[in-house]
């Protein structure tokens, strides 16, 4: 007779082990919960306290009394009065605009035979993950007066001008911002399937009017969601606003707070409370998002559905096939092309011509102790370890939110999803008046260094992180990990022989997701620069600001091919390694890799 | 003596619904028991507190009489060393059907030839060990159903739950699967607990049967038992469906007879004279010609054929009766049939 595993195994002790194990939890519990605090929870009721009590920081009258001072100056203020009405012009026509793009793009993708349909489809996720504000600068080189367009005498001086306005941002943004509406609509679109417009052809309907009639109002709650999401991207985006709308002098909130606290004489209170006026557009748009997500027939179009049968475009194909083409080649392509081309030449304005081709900024960019390599080394090695740690953290606090209650868990993947809504910029402030100004934190040698610059990396890619390994964790049948506890399985073994196995693809995904943003993430960069030098994002504008453009277009050019080839490698690696020993079930679970 | 599984007043809820009344329920040692109920009767909330895997609001469950579930005691699940197979079989994807079967043994802290052996027993014990190399995805839903039971079996624990492990299975292949889990469990001595909504399955695949409604056991005991002589007209017409009709039992001279309008049915002995539901199955009609006693007459209104005879639709005064008919029947034809006396189960009306 073999061994009987019984109930008793452990007698006593096996009882002791929920005591022992809910210490640790608590314990735990309070780790995450204070790094939670810290990173977001802290920075942000700075910012708030501060906004009602405008002198709390000031050297010499602080903290003082609470009032509405610094509230009212900034919502009477000429300057910062513009800036939040250009802000929400901006917000409002760019949202509409890349909105009505992505839909389009999605229409296209989704319901018709054009050509080149997994070339196409890639349009979307490398503007996606291509930074806006390199975009923006190459646009600039394109557009400028002796740049690569009007030398190619590709520019109308009317075109010209009003680039260098409202319009210009307007149309960049479109382009950088339509991905957003495309992932929505045509995830809306792919839920719609064809049956609805079926059974509305039977009922005698034309085409057209199943269109409008059944498929738009079935799909309006996607569109308000994509044109909310990209509104908020708008408002909150730091990129352009610190390049573009900087060059043609048009305020906008999130480049005003950074003035405020970056430019002679810092002005904390006004950084702060226009911070909370952003905040509250945001939270606006925030409570929009979730009411359009209650609605039902939003639940109804996401149910498995058989895929409609694509429209065919007979003599337009080919021409629909090239606007396609034409809106990546303008998202992305030619932005890229002309950093490429301007980190060749020794001068933008004096053309693509032999003489006037150099290797001297890429060599730059690439030679150890010069100031652009090491900025370089230096965002790609503070990326990695933020990706790490962001990784591990994610995963600790995501695993430990799965086995708390449903409530706490809706609670937390909410506020996971509302810090993803909070502008880097914001954060930023708020990490100032943690580690620069408040007592206790300001004393830490941590204000100006690196570790401070990871933990802002941190607080800005752990909401990303936690809404994918969450979703990952969540798309896990809880019986697999029942089964294990039923066989014995620990706490530990649980996360390591089970869940790390099952998520493996999105956890790499979350950690590579992290990594490309923090090598380009502007405003953390820009407000925690530490003392010994600028990290690759800062140096960047600071040197096209420098009309050192050359050496700027060189190092992002590397950067870009860096961080392309690290997470590609990475990506290739780990999908192979996965795929040796998982089967089942990951394809779908790893679907999941959107942040939003 | 005591049972060897307890449960007593066990109370749950879940999302702010009564799951669970007060549940009592024992289990003998060796013994296959099946509990049967339609689905949201609490039959999967049963398992999964004695398994561990969510708490009782209230109640004690005790394994060979020491408590593993009480208000001050409570022996966690990967202690509880019980066997689940669950309904989506709960396969580890990423685990190959070694692994899986292998991974409890790990647990326990195994040496690995030890582990390889008990692995090997398993995987034959369910007639799969030429595929303990493939991954979950390269088997059948079949063959995962037999990894499932091969897991649990292989760490032979003293109880296996089975939360109705053959509803994913097809048909044909469920009939074949009924008999090896039950000779599977069996060979190894293992009590055992087999959750389902289908009645022939529970009484294919058990020692004892119980039957669960609402979170309360209605009835339990022997098949068979609970065919001939169940205790409610939810149970008779949960086990296979029944004729009922309500009406009053007298008895005259120690006969009982049961009587509603027209319809008079002499019914077994020893039942108390007052209101009563009669109730019989339609398998136990019989043409009138047959029996000289409990004689209907109705006209036909439907007819299909089942297999093995006719099953009618007859309209019987202003009650419709379902008949089993050895042969065709025509619409609106007049037949007369009759029911054996031991066959009509009087039973007290409850309030519906």
Redesign the interface.
Known sequence: MTEVRGPFRGGLADRLVPSGLKLGQHVFSAAAGAAFVLLIGLPLGLILVQAFMPALFDPNNGPGSVSLAALANSLSDRRSVAAILHSMLLGGIAASSATILGFAYALVMQRTDVRWRPALALTPWLVFLTPGYLKALAWVLLMAPRGYLAQFGLLPIVVQHAFFGLPGLIFVHTLNLFPLAYFIVAGAMAGLGGEFEEAARVAGASSWQAWIRINMPLLAPAVALAFLAIFAEVVADFGMAATIARTINFGLLTYSIYTATSDFPVDFALAGSQALLLLAMLLVVLAGDRMLRRQRSLRLISGRSRPARPMRLGAARWAVTCVVLLVGILAVYLPLVAITLRAACRTLGQGLVPDNMTWRFLLQAITPDHAANTALLRSLGLAALTALFTGVVALLLAWRIEQASKLLRQVVLLVAVGTIAIPGIVLGLGFILVWDRLPGFRDMPLYGTWPLLVLGYVAAGLPYALVIVLSAIGQISPNLIDAARLHGAGETARLTRIIMPLIALSLITAVLFVFVRTVFELPMSEVLEPADGPPAPTLIVRLFGNDDDGLGSALSLVAILCTAASAGCIALIATRLVRSFGRSGLGAMVGMSRAR | MAPWLACRGLAKRLGGKQVLHGLDLSVEHGEVLSILGPSGSGKTTLIRLI???SEPDAGEIA??G?S?WNAN????????????V?Q?Y?????MTVAENVG??LQ??G?ARSDRDR?VREALEAVHIAELARR????LSGGQQQRLALA??LA????LILMDEPLSNVDAALREQLRTEILSAIHAQGTTAIYITHDQSEAMAMCDRLALIHDGRILQTGDPEELYRRPASLFVANFLGGANQIRGTVAVTNGVAEFVAGSCRLRVAGGIAPGPSDCVFRPEDTVPAYNLDCNRLEGSVISATFIGRCWRLSVQVDDRILQVDWPARAKIGEDIAFAVPPDRCVTLVPGPS
């Open positions: 398994a561990g895997l394994i060979a020491r593993i005691t409570n022996v966690p699940v990967e202690a509880r060393g019980v066997g689940f669950f989506d709960a396969v580890w994807p990423h991974f409890g647990m326990a195994m008990q991954y979950p995805d390269q897991r649990s760490a032979k624990p003293q």
